[in-house]
């Protein structure tokens, strides 16, 4: 059992989604019908990731250079992988995104031993990407979902950080949520511990305040349900 807090990337540990950056710099104009059937639902997350990725020709070198020249930070970061590190909990990115902008920027924060689990690319002749499941089988949908049931149902603590329509089924798997936009409009009223979050200080400072009575309550509520 461990202490987790699982984070989404685009959009919430970057203010930006980057992986839409990546697609309207460098995607044929295509990307934007696959994004059409997406919104409309006839697309998982990942399969328009899938689709859109495909249609790009720049080279690894050429991505990662524009994703070190446009990334903004979510203001706090560091503090709570300092705050998380001090008291024994373990940050997990999990992100429907690209492991090619997602390893760069943690390592880039000098974060490279923070855990992150995130859409597999290659290059082939064209781009491509994979989706794991914690077992190591391919999905295509659901992903985040899979690592959220997971942790849960290996006895972990979980409080999970995001904020967009892919996180609302991991997140209510989550003892604890942190949430801004789509997510926390969607959680109102349904997560009976659902705090707001816009920089990661805010989420900083309801840790030093209730986590040791979170787990407090988790472990007496585990010992008597053991």
């Not at 295509?140 to 006895?155: I, L, M, P, S, T």
Request: net charge negative; proline share 3%.
């Amino acid at each position: 059992m461990a202490n987790v807090i699982c984070l989404d990337f685009d959009d919430t540990i970057v203010l930006d989604n980057t992986a839409r950056q990546i697609f309207e710099r460098f995607a044929a104009p295509a990307w934007h019908d696959a994004e059409v059937a997406y919104r409309a639902g006839a697309l998982s997350v990942e399969q328009f990731n899938a689709a859109a990725l495909d249609l790009i020709e720049a080279s690894a070198s050429e991505l990662v250079a524009h994703v070190r020249g446009g990334v903004r930070l979510r203001d706090g970061f560091l503090r709570l992988t300092d705050w998380a590190h001090w008291h024994g909990w373990l940050p997990i990115v999990v992100s429907n995104g690209f492991d090619l902008y997602v390893d760069t920027v943690l390592d880039d924060l000098g974060l490279d031993r923070v855990t992150r689990h995130a859409g597999r690319t290659r290059f082939d002749y064209r781009w491509r990407v994979r989706y794991l499941s914690p077992r190591g089988i391919p999905v295509e949908e659901g992903f985040k979902v899979g690592y959220a049931a997971a942790f849960r149902g290996a006895g972990d603590f979980v409080v999970y950080i995001g904020d967009g329509a892919s996180d609302v089924s991991p997140a209510s798997l989550a003892s604890t949520v942190f949430a801004r936009s789509t997510l926390l409009e969607r959680l109102s009223g349904e997560h009976p511990r659902l705090y707001p979050f816009e920089t990661f200080d805010d989420a900083v400072a309801v840790l030093d305040r209730e986590a040791e009575a979170w787990l407090a309550s988790f472990s007496s509520t585990t010992a008597a349900g053991g």
